[in-house]
């Protein structure tokens, strides 16, 4: 299943935000490549555990989106740039809630 996040408002699943591809999203992943162990110069997405959880906050935002436009130069076509542009979508909006977070899961 690899590394899935989602975001919540006051612990509460969002269930539908816009996908930069049209239509609506629940849930952003398919970027576990890039997150491989040992990478440096990803101070929040290298502290991703592949086997745990991440929650990170409104305050987490700016530094997420700047680490996301670095692997958006990385990604392949397709899903795994399509989950990073969702991702990139999730901070922005989680960057407007004071009870924002993204919580990153492991499988």
């Known amino acids: 299943m ?3 996040v989602e975001l919540r408002l006051a612990d509460e699943r969002v269930r539908a935000l816009p ?17 491989r ?3 440096t110069g990803l101070p929040l997405l290298g502290g991703v ?11 987490d935002m700016a530094q997420l989106v700047d680490e996301i436009d670095l ?5 392949t ?4 740039q399509r989950g990073l542009m969702r991702l990139r979508t ?4 989680c960057a407007q809630e004071v009870y924002g977070q993204l919580v990153f899961s492991g499988d």
């Open 37 to 39: 162990s040992g990478r």
């Open 19 to 35: 996908d930069p591809a049209g239509g609506s999203f629940d849930a952003a992943g398919d970027f576990d490549r890039l997150l």
């Open 49 to 59: 555990d592949p086997h745990g959880e991440l929650r990170l906050g409104p305050g």
């Open 77 to 80: 076509a397709g899903p795994e």
């Open 90 to 93: 999730m901070a922005a909006r």
């Open 71 to 75: 692997l958006l130069e990385e990604a």
């Open 2 to 4: 690899g590394i899935q």
